[in-house]
Structures are given as C-alpha cells and as structure tokens.
C-alpha cells in the first residue's frame, strides 16, 4: 500500500519566515493534496498536485510536485500566526482508498 | 463552514456499547468518506459510498458497519466499542465517485470509550 511521509513533524517558526514541508510517497504518485487543519477541527483543502513538475499557489502557500512525483513540498512565504496549525498530505491509492501523512504541526511565534 | 454536518459532536461511552454518528454530505455531493483520526493511527480512511452503493472500504473494522441513505446521509455505526476505538471521526463529501482530491470534512464527531 502506498505510504506518505511527512517532515517535518512539527515546526516552530518566528512570524515573517518563510518554512517548507516535505512529503514523500512510496509510490508513484498521481494525485497529491494539501489540507490544513486546525486541532480538533476539520481539514481544509488547500491544493492538488497531479503533473510531474507542477506548482501551485494560493496566497502566500506554495507546492510542488517533483518530475518524478514521488515527492511534494508546501512553502510557506513570510508566515503568519494564522498559518498555524497541523498540514496533511493526502494522496489516491489503489482502488479508491485515499492514503494521508501523519501530519505536520506548525506554531507560527508572534 | 464547509456545508458537511456531522453528529453528535462528543460522545462518551462504555466498551461494549455501540453507536451511531451520523453525516450529512454538502447538498448536492454524491460521495460520503469516513475517516478515523487518532494520536497513535493518524488519518486513516475507512469507507467510501456514493449515491447509496459501497465505492471503497478501507481499514475498517468488522465490529464497524455504513451506509448511505437514498436522501445521502451517511450513517456509521461502531459496535463493541473498545478502549482503542476513541478517535476523532470525519466525515467527507465529495461531488464525485472517484476522489478528485478535494473533499469537504465535516468538525469531526469525538468519541471517547471509558
């Protein structure tokens, strides 16, 4: 079954930096998502990837999907405090069943 | 508010009782996924229904059952509760019966087994 990694786990950034988050598939993958979710809440669809090379952007978050989609990034430019919360890559897999990392936690620092 | 409601919010029960969490997709959706989120299991995806017929199951238990009403609502039903089973449970709609990527959660129903 296809796997997503997450890294980091968890990231503590001071207000203005910007961050990357990484997630890497075992597999080949051909439909990659980003949600964010604050703790305890839903999650929020923020983007999807599916061409080797493709990138989008959505205010200041931006992701990317290497040539060989295996591997996603989610920049985040001049974070905010609202950026806060936890980021979950999601991906198709095999007949339906969709696959998510264990999610990265991000505190943003006033 | 992503038009996903999901039913009750927090639920406190015994092991060994069973219940019922109840979603209604985004009007207009198709598709009903249900997931399970844990400390220990992160997001894990259980079941998938679109317009009343099973499209995909996951890691679902057999102690768990669903389904989905002619009117879409989505029933999912957790029996011989264990101490493990407390989790964070989502509810997700989509339009189609292929996961497009972008699905609609609903705040989650937290059940916590005592």
């Known amino acids: 079954s296809q796997e997503l990694e997450q890294s980091p786990q968890s990231l503590i950034v001071q207000e203005g930096k910007n961050l990357t988050i990484n997630c890497t598939s075992s597999k080949t993958l051909y439909g990659l998502y980003w949600y964010k979710q604050k703790y305890g809440e839903g999650l929020i669809f923020l983007m999807m990837?599916?061409?080797?090379?493709e990138e989008k952007s959505h205010e200041k978050i931006t992701a990317k999907l290497d040539e060989k989609k295996q591997q996603s990034s989610l920049h985040i430019t001049a974070s905010q405090p609202s950026h806060a919360g936890i980021y979950l890559c999601g991906a198709d897999g095999n007949a339906g069943k969709s696959t998510f990392g264990d999610g990265t936690t991000l505190t943003v620092k006033p | 508010d992503s038009g996903v409601t999901q039913t009750p919010k927090h639920l406190i029960t015994a092991t060994g009782q069973r219940v019922t969490l109840r979603c209604s997709p985004r009007?207009?959706?198709?598709?009903v996924y249900w997931y399970q989120q844990s400390l220990d299991q992160g997001l894990q995806f259980l079941i998938q229904?679109?317009?009343?017929?099973?499209?995909a199951k996951g890691n679902i238990l057999e102690r768990f059952s669903a389904q989905q009403f002619p009117d879409l609502h989505s029933e999912l039903n957790l029996s011989s509760l264990e101490l493990g089973d407390s989790a964070l449970y989502f509810c997700a709609s989509s339009a189609y019966g292929q996961s497009t990527g972008e699905l609609f959660f609903g705040e989650g129903s937290r059940l916590t087994v005592l």
């Open positions: 229904y679109y317009n009343g017929e099973e499209r």
């Open positions: 009007s207009g959706d198709l598709s």
């Open positions: 990837l599916q061409k080797g090379g």
